[in-house]
Every structure is written in structure tokens, then in C-alpha cells.
């Protein structure tokens, strides 16, 4: 059985937003707090409302000259320190509330070197409050005839917005009042902290001219801090436990004796359908009224992270970041009730960041917890840096480069931003004293880039289709009615009561005319008394009615009245069992929420699982793909020196075959050469005695003996032995050298004569056996055959004679199965003409022979004694070895 394979569920494809061709820059105010000390060096000076002058301080030369260096840096608008806070927010964050209202994300940010006013310019003191609590104070001021009311609109768990009915809404209302909730009610002037009624005066308070009246507003905050590059939640409230430590005002923990510290769960970041950024969990409270969002800043504030350090005493050690969430849902065709579509629901925010202060340790003088939160805010605050520098460079350059936001919390939170979702603003602040020149410096430069980067214009979102004014008519309506009432005394009995008289008036009978003109008439009266009675017998027979109906309708009442305290005592009942349903849905509920929670931990540690599997599965297909690579290269490198080391073991084999060869050959020759240097040696030596001997004898006593001949084939193969010594005087002839013969006689030859060679009859015939193989052509059968060659060769000498050459060679087997000849030596065999003048030694100059024949002791020459001279040479060009060549000597006449 198949079993279907599990497929991965794509992703959802973005929403096309709309685009925007128009952007703006970064818009960048700079801010210069006042010197703390009157006669401290200073090193700004502003120049303009948009430009600022660097000069260094004294004791630092910023060139080789040695003069001062002094820089000017331009903004969008420069605040001096005589600059108020209301001036402050007029030019910087009321913008950005104005487009808060009109459904456009806004985000600004302080930043600067430690101790340069970024906290106090983004929240403020009392009588001088910053961005924040004056951006609170205009939304509030805005919509507040507009609020809907609270649970209306309720925020999911995935960064969206959900409408309810007025019931549910209600039901959940009653539900937060009767049990104690972490979400603060509005609380009355009398029990507001002093420090928030303080805050703005109310001369200062501002309001958006244009607001919809026709959509209902709902106002949410949360409040979060990047501390170490984690986030973490200060609107939070960790249920009581007993084993946990309690966090302190201060946001410290106490701690408990013998009991471990455990911080705070840190928060992650999660992107929605929209692929919008938010954090995952994060605690938002619906507030009312400016002084309820105070409230819930300032819950947060006390637990956000600061310390004393050599440069601050109260040094921000985390970047806070504050959420003003905004919904906006139109109001229905009658202009009474929200109307009942999320998909109509307009959320808008603003985010108010307060980015800790970049420093140098070498300046705070931080150690342990201080150097770690240090590092990790350079470090954020650097990846800042980077992300506006590739966004530079992508505008200007034209370049596809991606924007590391992922490398920090703080970048990744806000990628939206400068994808083109809403207007951004950055708030530089500086310190004027000279200890901060460099560090200012880098800031200034900072800023300065930072104006170059563009972001897109956000579009107008679109509007709901119904006509406008639509709760203005209401309101109208709703008026008029209440008038006409008042006017009227209620409507109900005033109806009632003019149909029964009505009624009354038509059930009596018509009075007769009364007119009287004859006091003789005795008509009239008596017929008006009769009508006068039948309409007093017609009212008490309507009394009595009404009498019998009253009594009915008092027993009707008495039994509706004991019905109705039957039902409410059953309504009693059914409360009870309505509370105790309450509470067990409540224990459900939590253990619900208990659950999720649990549930959402164990789904983070599936994914940090999951993607350590996959980091390790990764990394083990890749030490697999390196094993084999490196078996695959180990096989290769095991085969090529198997390879290596028969080829090396068949070069060592015939190198070593063929020195022994040459060292055997070169012995034999060294031999033969000294053999024949001492034969030549005793030859001369007897041929000097005879001749001596020859010198003493007559001539006429001198033994007549023939010529010497050339000496024979036979005795040519078995020379006689040579002596070192001298030999005796000899009484015959002198022996004429015989030429060395091959010692091959037990060998098998290959005798190669070419058909062109001329045979020539010459005593000096080399004997290769009665087992030679002859040829005429070079043939592998014959080489397979034997294991010595010989290849007889001619050519003509300088002097006109055929000169013969024996070239001689050995045989041996190749690898592939074939026969190769390596050249070993050669014999040559040279005849000469006897044309030349000839050396001689006469004994006596008168004899002379008869008839042109001279006789042999008429003449003494050394070469008659010596008729065959060898040569040896070494360094054949065929092969190693030595070359032979037999000279034969001619006798001369």
C-alpha cells in the first residue's frame, strides 16, 4: 500500500497593495539639549533653524595643520534648547497624529549618545510633557465624542481586529466588572497621580479639525522593551506563585531566600496575512480617556530597565517601544451601530520608539551585566546603521542589495516602516559639551545619511460606500423626537385617553333642541328630562361595567402578581445556577487559557526544534556529501599509487636489469682494454728484441722464412692466451693480433643482412654459429626466436673503400607482449688501399729485390709485427656500451 505523501501547505500570497510612485525622505529634527553646567565647553553652535556647526574642542586637532576642523550639518528643522515641548510636537509628532486619525501608520524614534535628552524629549516631566503624552492627550481630544463603546471592537491574536454586537459586548462588560481584571477602569480626577495631571496644560490642548464622524474609534497600547535583543512585555501581569520571585516597583525582582531569579518569558516576532510585523502575545489595553492610557505608560515605565552609569545617572538599558493602535469601523446605513464586518474595520498605529544611547565603555567604565547591555545596544543600534546604508545604496545606485533587518529586533520590527507602510521621523538629540564631540560627531553623520533614504507615500485607504453625515441625521432624529415628546406629555395616555372619550361621546343619545320660545312649551322640557334620564341610566350601566371589569382586572392583576413572584423566584434559582455555570465556565476558561498558553510554548519549542533538525540534518548531508567526496578522492588516490607503485616496481626492475647489463659490460670492456694495452705492450716489446736480435745477426745467417699470412677462421676462433710478462725472444715470425671474436658462440643470433650488402671476400668473417637465424628483413618471429641481433651494414669510407659495419644488439620482451633490440655495440671492418707513401726502416739501402719483388728482410716495419690494431671507444649513439672497430692493416710494399 502507497501511502500518500504528506504535501506542505503553501504560503498565502501577499495582498496587493497599492502603489505609490510619490516618497518622502526620512524626515530628521535635531534637538540640542542645554549645556548642564553654565561654563562648560561647548562645540555646537547653531547656525539656522536647519543648520547646526561641529567645531572641536579645544586640546584636539582634527587635521594635520593642526587647526580646528569645524563641520556643518543641515536638517529638516534644527530646535535650540530655548525650544518648548509644545513646539516640539507642533513640528514633529502632531503630523503624524493627524494621519494617525486618517488610517496612516506613523513611526518615530529618538536617538543620540547616552545622556542627550531622548527619554525626556519622548516622554517629558510634569508641566512639560513630551511627544507621548501630548500625542495621547490630541487622539483623545479628537475622537472622544466618537469612542465606540468598550469590547465593541476586540483585538484577535494575529495582529487584527474582530467586531462584536452590543449583547456580547455587554455580556463581557458585566463579566470584567464582577471579577478583577489587569485592565485598568478610568479613574476620576481626584485618584490620578499628580505627575500625569500635570503633565499639559489644558491651554495646550490640540485637536484634528477633520475627523469621520460617521465611524466609531477604539483605542488600544502596548508597551514593550528590546532588552539584550530580546523583547519583552512590560504590560504584563505574571499570575502570583509562591516558588517565582515578585518584581518590586523598580523592576527588579526581590529575591527570595535559596531561590533562583527567573526573568520575564521573552516575547517573539510573527507576520501576519498582511505581512506586517508584530509581537506575538503582546498585552493591548483598550483605554478610554488620556488619563487611563497615562496610567497604563506609567505601569509599564516602572518596569522598564535602567541603571547608574559614569555618564547617567538614570541610563535607559533597553530600547522601549510604544504602540498606539487605532481601529476605526464605519457606523451602519442608519448611522446607530457599528457596522458588523471586520473586513470594514481601518487599523492604523503609531509607534513612539525611545532607542537607548550609544556608548563607549571606556567612558562608563561598565563591567558585567552594564558591558553586556552596552555591547548589545552598540550592536542594535550598528545594524540600524547598516539598514539605512543598504536602503542608501539601493536608491542611489540602482542595486538589488537585501537589507539585513533580521540581524536585530529592533530593525525587524519596524521593516514595514521603510518598505513604504507609513511615514517615519527621527528625532536626533545632541549634548553640546565637549566630552561628546566624537561620539556626536558619528551621530551627526548618521543623521545626515539617514536624509537620503526615501520612503513611500502611503495611499488614502478606501472608504465605505454609505452616504455621509450618516450620524449627524441620527442625531437630528433622535432630537426632533425627544421635543415632540416633551411637548406632548408621553404619547401613550394621551391616545388612550382621547379614544375612550371619544368612544363615550359616540354610545349616548343626542340631547334634543332646548330652545325654549313659548312659556306655554310643555314639550321640550319633558323631552330633554327623558333624554337626561336615559343618559344617566346609560352611565350607570357603564359604571357598573366598568366596576366588573375593574374587579376582573384586579384579580387578573393579583394572579399576574403571583405568577410573578413565582417566576421571580424561579429566576432567583436560575441566577444561582447562572453563577455557579459562571463560575465553572470561568475555571474552564482559564485552564483554557492555561492550555493555549502552554500549548503556544510547546509550539515555539516544536519550531526552535524544528529548524535545529533541519540546521542538523542539513549539516549532516553535508558531512555525508563530504564523506563520500572524500572516499571517492581516497579510492582515486589507493588506485593511482597501486599504479604508481607497478609502474615504479617495472621502471626499478628494468633500470636495475639494465645497469647490471652495463656494469657487466662495462667490466668485460675495462678488461679487454687492459688485456689489450698489456698484449700491445709485450708485442712491441718483442718486436724490439727481434729486431734487435736481427741488428746483430748477418744477413746472410737471418733464417729465410715466407711472408706471414693472414691469419685463419679457425685460428681466429680460439686466440691464444696473452701473457703480462715478456716473452722470449721468438726464433719464427712475429704473430699478428687476432681480433676479438663475440663470446656468443652458445647464443642464438638473428643475422640481419640486407639484400643490397656486397659480399666481400675478406679473411676477418664473423661466426655466429651453425643456429643463427639469417634475414634480409626485420621480422618479430625471428626476434621471438633469439635473444641477440646483428645487423651488417656498408657504406663508403672518405677514401673510396667499403667500410662494414657489425652492429650488434640485444633482445628482450616488452610489456605489451613484443620484442624490442636495445644497441649494444659495433665492429667495424675497414679495408684500404695500399696508394699511399710508406714508412719503412731499411736495413740496407742497396738491396733491393728483383724484378719489383722486395723481400721481407730487406726492410724492418713495425706494422708487418703488429697487422691488426683494435680500437675501443665508449659512448655509442645506439645504446650504452662500447663501440668496437678492427682496423686491418695492409702491408705496404
Not at 497593495?17 to 547653531?46: A, F, H, M, T, W
Not at 540602482?398 to 521593516?415: A, E, I
Not at 721481407?856 to 680500437?871: F, K, L, Q
Request: charge should be positive.
Amino acid at each position: 500500500m502507497i501511502r500518500p505523501t504528506k504535501c506542505k501547505t503553501p504560503r498565502r500570497p501577499a495582498p496587493k497593495k497599492p502603489s505609490s510612485n510619490q516618497k518622502d525622505p526620512v524626515g530628521v529634527y535635531c534637538r540640542v539639549r542645554p549645556l548642564g553646567v553654565e561654563d562648560e565647553e561647548c562645540c555646537i553652535e547653531v547656525i539656522s533653524n536647519t543648520t547646526i556647526q561641529l567645531h572641536a574642542p579645544d586640546g584636539l586637532k582634527a587635521n594635520r595643520n593642526g587647526e580646528f576642523k569645524e563641520t556643518q550639518y543641515s536638517f529638516q528643522k534644527v530646535l535650540g534648547i530655548k525650544t518648548s515641548q509644545m513646539e516640539l510636537f507642533q513640528d514633529i509628532a502632531k503630523p503624524l497624529v493627524d494621519d494617525l486619525i486618517h488610517s496612516k501608520n506613523g513611526l518615530l524614534f529618538t536617538y543620540g549618545v547616552t545622556g542627550s535628552g531622548k527619554t525626556f524629549t519622548m516622554t517629558g516631566s510634569p508641566g512639560q510633557g513630551g511627544l507621548l503624552p501630548r500625542s495621547l492627550d490630541m487622539i483623545f481630544n479628537s475622537i472622544g465624542p466618537y469612542q465606540a463603546k468598550r469590547f465593541v471592537l476586540k483585538t484577535d491574536d494575529k495582529n487584527g481586529m474582530e467586531v462584536q454586537n452590543q449583547v456580547d459586548a455587554l455580556l463581557e462588560r458585566q463579566k470584567r466588572e464582577n471579577q478583577p481584571t489587569t485592565v485598568p477602569k478610568t479613574p476620576s480626577r481626584q485618584r490620578l497621580d499628580p505627575e500625569f495631571a500635570d503633565m499639559i496644560n489644558p491651554e495646550e490642548a490640540c485637536r484634528v479639525d477633520e475627523v469621520d464622524e460617521d465611524s466609531s474609534y477604539s483605542v488600544f497600547v502596548s508597551y514593550i522593551e528590546i532588552y539584550n535583543n530580546y523583547i519583552y512585555d512590560l504590560l504584563e501581569e505574571a499570575p502570583y506563585d509562591p516558588i517565582k520571585p515578585k518584581w518590586n516597583g523598580g523592576g527588579t525582582p526581590q529575591r527570595q531566600p535559596n531561590q533562583e531569579v527567573i526573568p520575564p518569558q521573552s516575547k517573539i516576532l510573527r507576520e501576519d496575512q498582511n505581512h506586517n510585523m508584530y509581537v506575538a502575545g503582546c498585552t493591548e489595553v483598550e483605554v478610554k480617556s488620556t488619563e487611563e492610557a497615562f496610567e497604563v505608560f506609567w505601569r509599564g515605565q516602572k518596569k522598564r530597565r535602567i541603571a547608574n552609569t559614569q555618564l547617567n545617572r538614570e541610563s535607559s538599558r533597553s530600547h522601549s517601544v510604544f504602540i498606539i493602535k487605532l481601529a476605526q469601523a464605519p457606523l451602519d446605513a442608519d448611522g446607530d451601530n457599528i457596522l458588523q464586518d471586520k473586513n470594514q474595520v481601518s487599523v492604523s498605529q503609531l509607534c513612539l520608539v525611545d532607542l537607548a544611547g550609544s556608548e563607549r565603555t571606556s567612558r562608563t567604565r561598565a563591567e558585567g551585566n552594564r558591558l553586556r547591555e552596552a555591547g548589545n545596544i552598540n550592536q542594535s543600534l550598528m545594524t540600524l546603521r547598516t539598514c539605512i546604508e543598504v536602503l542608501r545604496e539601493n536608491q542611489m545606485c540602482g542595486t538589488n542589495k537585501m537589507v539585513p533587518y533580521r540581524d536585530s529586533k529592533v530593525t525587524h520590527l519596524f521593516k514595514n516602516y521603510f518598505d513604504g507602510e507609513g511615514k517615519v521621523r527621527m528625532v536626533v538629540c545632541v549634548n553640546p559639551k565637549a566630552d561628546d564631540y566624537e561620539e556626536t560627531m558619528l551621530v551627526m553623520r548618521f543623521a545626515e545619511m539617514t536624509q537620503e533614504v526615501e520612503v513611500a507615500r502611503p495611499v488614502d485607504r478606501p472608504i465605505c460606500g454609505f452616504a455621509a453625515g450618516r450620524r449627524q441625521r441620527n442625531q437630528a432624529f433622535k432630537d426632533e423626537l425627544s421635543r415632540r415628546l416633551e411637548e406632548r406629555g408621553g404619547p401613550v395616555d394621551a391616545e388612550s385617553t382621547q379614544s375612550v372619550m371619544h368612544q363615550l361621546l359616540q354610545n349616548l343619545p343626542p340631547l334634543p333642541a332646548s330652545e325654549i320660545t313659548d312659556p306655554h312649551d310643555d314639550v321640550t322640557l319633558p323631552r330633554l328630562i327623558e333624554a337626561l334620564e336615559k343618559r344617566h341610566k346609560i352611565r350607570q350601566m357603564m359604571t357598573q361595567e366598568y366596576n366588573k371589569a375593574a374587579d376582573m382586572l384586579k384579580v387578573m392583576i393579583q394572579e399576574l402578581d403571583s405568577s410573578l413572584v413565582s417566576k421571580e423566584n424561579f429566576i432567583q434559582d436560575q441566577r444561582g445556577q447562572l453563577g455557579e455555570k459562571d463560575k465553572t465556565i470561568h475555571t474552564q476558561k482559564t485552564e483554557i487559557d492555561r492550555l493555549e498558553k502552554k500549548s503556544k510554548m510547546l509550539e515555539y519549542k516544536i519550531d526552535i526544534l524544528q529548524k535545529t533538525t533541519n540546521i542538523y540534518e542539513d549539516d549532516k548531508r553535508t558531512l555525508q556529501q563530504e564523506l563520500e567526496s572524500r572516499e571517492q578522492r581516497l579510492q582515486r588516490e589507493q588506485s593511482e599509487k597501486r599504479r604508481m607503485e607497478q609502474r615504479m616496481q617495472g621502471m626499478v626492475q628494468d633500470t636495475k636489469h639494465k645497469w647490471e647489463k652495463e656494469c657487466e659490460r662495462r667490466v668485460c670492456a675495462k678488461q679487454l682494454e687492459m688485456q689489450n694495452k698489456l698484449w700491445v705492450k709485450d708485442e712491441k716489446l718483442k718486436q724490439l728484441k727481434a729486431i734487435v736480435t736481427e741488428s746483430k745477426t748477418p744477413s746472410d745467417q737471418r733464417p729465410t722464412t715466407d711472408k706471414p699470412q693472414r691469419p685463419s677462421r679457425e685460428r681466429d676462433r680460439a686466440p691464444a692466451k696473452r701473457s703480462a710478462s715478456p716473452s722470449p725472444v721468438p726464433t719464427g715470425p712475429p704473430v699478428r693480433a687476432v681480433h676479438r671474436r663475440s663470446h656468443s658462440a652458445g647464443e642464438r643470433w638473428v643475422d640481419h643482412k640486407p639484400s643490397s650488402n656486397v659480399e666481400l671476400d675478406t679473411v676477418m668473417q664473423p661466426i655466429l654459429g651453425s643456429n643463427s637465424i639469417k634475414v634480409s628483413a626485420p621480422s618479430e618471429k625471428a626476434l621471438a626466436k633469439c635473444d641477440k641481433y646483428m645487423l651488417t651494414h656498408q657504406d663508403l669510407a672518405s677514401d673510396g673503400e667499403i667500410q662494414t659495419k657489425l652492429i650488434k644488439g640485444e633482445v628482450f620482451k616488452t610489456r605489451g607482449g613484443g620484442q624490442a633490440v636495445q644497441f649494444t655495440d659495433i665492429e667495424t671492418l675497414r679495408q684500404e688501399l695500399p696508394t699511399g707513401p710508406c714508412r719503412k726502416r731499411r736495413s740496407s739501402e742497396g738491396n733491393t729485390a728483383q724484378g719489383g719483388d722486395r723481400m721481407e728482410g730487406d726492410w724492418t716495419d713495425v706494422e708487418d709485427r703488429c697487422s691488426m690494431a683494435i680500437e675501443m671507444r665508449a659512448g655509442s649513439n645506439l645504446g650504452p656500451g662500447y663501440q668496437h672497430h678492427g682496423h686491418q692493416k695492409r702491408r705496404k710494399p
